[in-house]
């Protein structure tokens, strides 16, 4: 039997998705870019960040596009002034809790967070947040380093780690100011069954997880 279709509009352009699509899915179907941070397609779909909320016609609040399903009827927004304002505040919110030593990060330029900071014309320093540099690096594998003070908890790198690679040695732990992603025990990477994959640093959208470099400076 044929899928069925559901029919909306996004920011006024008309798209038919099938069933169980998702918001994102629709505006990608007519090129509408929506920004992501935590969705990483097919592999974690958490809704956790809220950057890429949307507006929607006859719903209260804003909805999390990249989890929330498309209905039929729906219209769809993706640029107005509240959903940008409260993109911005998110990814502010992130910024107070992020080593932002952005010039010597390995990932300058190609970090997901510097680049809708810029995008959305974020202050770094608008809330005060939690000390960044209250994470000691992990640099004991011999492949990865994970300088939790550069992370977002978006747990790219723990769905990576446990749907992709099948390994599952890091997960979230604590709470608030002190949530980092860390292994059982907190032990370094050294000391789990971690196999150096690498699937963790191509998910993470920041600098937190780096391929270890042993060129010597
Ligand atoms: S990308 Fe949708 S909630 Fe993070």
Redesign the pocket.
């Known amino acids: 039997m044929a899928n069925e279709m559901i029919h909306l509009k996004v920011n006024g352009i008309p798209v038919e998705v099938p069933k169980g699509a998702t918001l994102?899915d629709a505006a990608k179907a007519v090129n509408v870019e929506i920004?992501?941070?935590?969705?990483l397609k097919d592999i974690n779909c958490?809704?956790?960040?809220?950057?890429?909320?949307v507006e929607a016609t006859g719903r209260r609040g804003l909805l999390?596009?990249?989890?929330y399903p498309a209905e039929e009827g729906m219209e769809v927004f993706t640029n107005t002034p509240a959903v940008r304002k409260s993109r911005k505040t998110t990814i502010e919110l992130l910024l107070s809790n992020h080593k932002k030593k952005c010039l010597s990060c390995e990932r300058s330029e190609i970090c997901e967070l510097q680049r809708l900071s810029r995008e959305y014309g974020c202050d770094e320093d608008r809330f005060g947040g939690e000390d960044d540099e209250q994470f000691e690096i992990d640099d004991t594998s011999a492949y990865v380093v994970r300088d939790n003070n550069k992370c977002i908890n978006?747990l790219r790198c723990v769905a990576a780690c446990k749907d992709v690679q099948g390994i599952s040695v890091i997960g979230p732990i604590r709470r608030g100011f002190a949530k980092h992603i860390g292994s059982a025990f907190d032990k370094n990477l050294a000391d789990v069954a971690c196999v150096g994959c690498g699937q963790c640093i191509v998910a993470c959208p920041v600098g937190a997880l780096t391929e270890k470099d042993s060129v010597c400076p």
Do not use: E
Request: net charge positive; aromatic share 6%; proline share 5%.
């Open positions: 994102l920004p992501t941070l935590c969705y958490i809704g956790a960040c809220r950057v890429c909320v999390a596009a990249c989890v978006c």
